[in-house]
C-alpha cells in the first residue's frame, strides 16, 4: 500500500489543511466570498455553487473550495464535473444542515458529487441531514440519500463527521479506486434505512478506520462490487456489514466478489457479518472473507441470509444467487439472541465453498446453551464454537480469497 498519499490525506482532513503539491500552489476558493452566510438560517445553497463553479470550471490547475467553521443551510446541490482542475478539494471545517422542509427535495440525493476526477472531500466538519422530519414517512416512501457521488474515480472521503441522513447517509456508484477513510456516521438506532456507506457498481474501494453506527446496514456492498477492502471498522448498533442484499426477482444478474473485511469491531444489537440475498434472483456472491472480528452483544454475529425479504409476503422460487467460497475466520465475543450463527442457504442452490475457523461465540446470558442453525451448505469448520452441525469439522482446509 502507498503510504505517504494517505498520510497526506490524513492530515488534510484532521488538521484542516490542504494537500499542495510542490509544483503549483493550489487556488482556493471560499465560500463566504460567493455570498454565503453561514448562519444556519439562510440559504447558501447558491453560493456554493458559485464557489463549485469557480474551483472546477474556471482554472486548469488543482483547487479547493473552503467551508469554514460556521453553520450553512443548504438545499439539495448538485456538483457536476467533468472539472478543468486535475485535482479538486473541497475543505468541510463547518457543518452543512439540511433543509427540513420535504418540498425542497425533487431528486433522489441532498448533496451530490457528478462526474468529478481528482476529487477529495475532507476536514473536521460535519454534514447534518436532518432526517428526523424524513424518518416517520412509510418504508417504501421518496426519501433521498444525504451524499452520494457518481462516477468520481479514485475520490476521497476523509475525517468528516455524517449525522441523521434523510435515507443513506453515503453512496458511492461507480467510482472505482475510491478511498473513505477515518469518517464518522451516527444516527438513532431506531432511524429507518439510515445505512452508513453504501457501495455499488464500483471496484477497487477502500473503507477504512471509521465508526459507523446508524439505523441500518453499518455498510452494504451492493451489486457490481469487486475488490472492496473494509478495514478498522467500529460499527454498530447496526444492522451489520452486509453483502447485498441482491437478487430481487425480475432484475437481472446481480454479482458482489473479491471482498475482504478485516480487523473490525461489532457493538450492540443487531447483526453482525451478513450476506444476504433474496429468493427469485441471479447472479452470484463469491470470494468473500470477514477475518479477525470482534463482537460485543452483537444481537446475531454471522448471518448468510438468502431468504432475505425486508418488507414480508415474499413468494417462493426456486431460482437464487450463488453463495460461493466465503470466509469466516477468527471472529469472537458475546450475542444475545437465540442462535450465534444462522447460515441458510436456498433451497435450490447449495452454498458452496464455506469455510469457518476459530470462531468462539459465547451468549451474553451464561445460563444459555451456544447454538447455531445452518441449512443446505457445503464447505468445512475447523475449531468453532458452537457447533455447526451441517458442516464438516476437519483439522485443516485450504480456502483461496
Known amino acids: 500500500m502507498d503510504l ?19 509544483s503549483a500552489p493550489r487556488a482556493s476558493f471560499n465560500v463566504m466570498n460567493f455570498g454565503a452566510v453561514g448562519n444556519g438560517l439562510t440559504d447558501d445553497s447558491i453560493a456554493f455553487t458559485k464557489a463549485w463553479s469557480a474551483a472546477c470550471h474556471g482554472l486548469s490547475g488543482d483547487a479547493r473550495v ?25 475543505q468541510v471545517l463547518g457543518k452543512l444542515i439540511a433543509p427540513t422542509d420535504r418540498k425542497a427535495f425533487r431528486a433522489n440525493y441532498w448533496l451530490l458529487f457528478y462526474r468529478v476526477k481528482g476529487l477529495v472531500v475532507g476536514g473536521k466538519g460535519s454534514i447534518d441531514g ?11 416512501g421518496f426519501r433521498p440519500a444525504a451524499l452520494k457521488f457518481y462516477e468520481c474515480p479514485g475520490m476521497v472521503l476523509a475525517g468528516t ?24 456516521v451516527f444516527a438513532p438506532e431506531n432511524s429507518p434505512n439510515t445505512d452508513g456507506i453504501d ?9 477504512r478506520h471509521s465508526h459507523i453506527s446508524t439505523g441500518d446496514d453499518c455498510i452494504a456492498i451492493t451489486a457490481g462490487c469487486s475488490y472492496i477492502k473494509i478495514k478498522g471498522i467500529t460499527c454498530g448498533p447496526s444492522h451489520g456489514l452486509s453483502i447485498g442484499g441482491l437478487g430481487a426477482p425480475g432484475k437481472p444478474d446481480e454479482s458482489v466478489e473479491h471482498v475482504e473485511v478485516s480487523d473490525c469491531t461489532f457493538k450492540g444489537p443487531g447483526i453482525g457479518a451478513r450476506i444476504k440475498s433474496s429468493q427469485g434472483g441471479r447472479g452470484h456472491i463469491s470470494h468473500v472473507s470477514y477475518k479477525n472480528i470482534k463482537v460485543h452483544q452483537v444481537g ?26 466465503v470466509s469466516f475466520i477468527g471472529i469472537n465475543g458475546t450475542y444475545t439472541q437465540n442462535d450465534a450463527m444462522s447460515l441458510l442457504c436456498s433451497q435450490s442452490l447449495t452454498c458452496t465453498g464455506i469455510w469457518l475457523d476459530n470462531i468462539d ?11 447455531a442453525v445452518c441449512f443446505n451448505l457445503k464447505g468445512r469448520a475447523h475449531n468453532v464454537k458452537p457447533i455447526l452441525s451441517c458442516l464438516s469439522h476437519h483439522s485443516s482446509y485450504s480456502f483461496r480469497v
Open 130 to 140: 436532518r432526517g428526523y422530519v424524513w424518518w416517520p414517512q412509510p418504508f417504501d
Open 300 to 325: 446475531i454475529p454471522i448471518v448468510i441470509d438468502q431468504y432475505y425479504c425486508p418488507q414480508g409476503g415474499c413468494k417462493n422460487h426456486t431460482a437464487a444467487v450463488r453463495v460461493s467460497d
Open 66 to 90: 473552503i467551508i469554514p467553521a460556521k453553520t450553512f443551510l443548504v438545499k439539495p446541490v448538485k456538483f457536476s464535473g467533468p472539472c478543468k482542475a486535475p485535482r479538486i478539494t473541497v
Open 361 to 371: 461465540l459465547r451468549p451474553v446470558n451464561p445460563k444459555k446453551t451456544a447454538h
Open 161 to 184: 463527521t455524517h449525522v441523521n441522513s434523510q435515507k443513506q447517509h453515503i453512496v458511492i456508484t461507480k467510482c472505482d479506486g475510491a478511498l473513505i477513510t477515518n469518517i464518522n
Open 199 to 207: 457501495i455499488a457498481t464500483s471496484k477497487n474501494v477502500r473503507v
Open 4 to 22: 505517504l498519499p494517505l498520510f497526506l490525506i490524513l492530515c488534510m482532513a484532521t488538521s484542516g489543511m490542504s494537500m499542495e503539491t510542490n
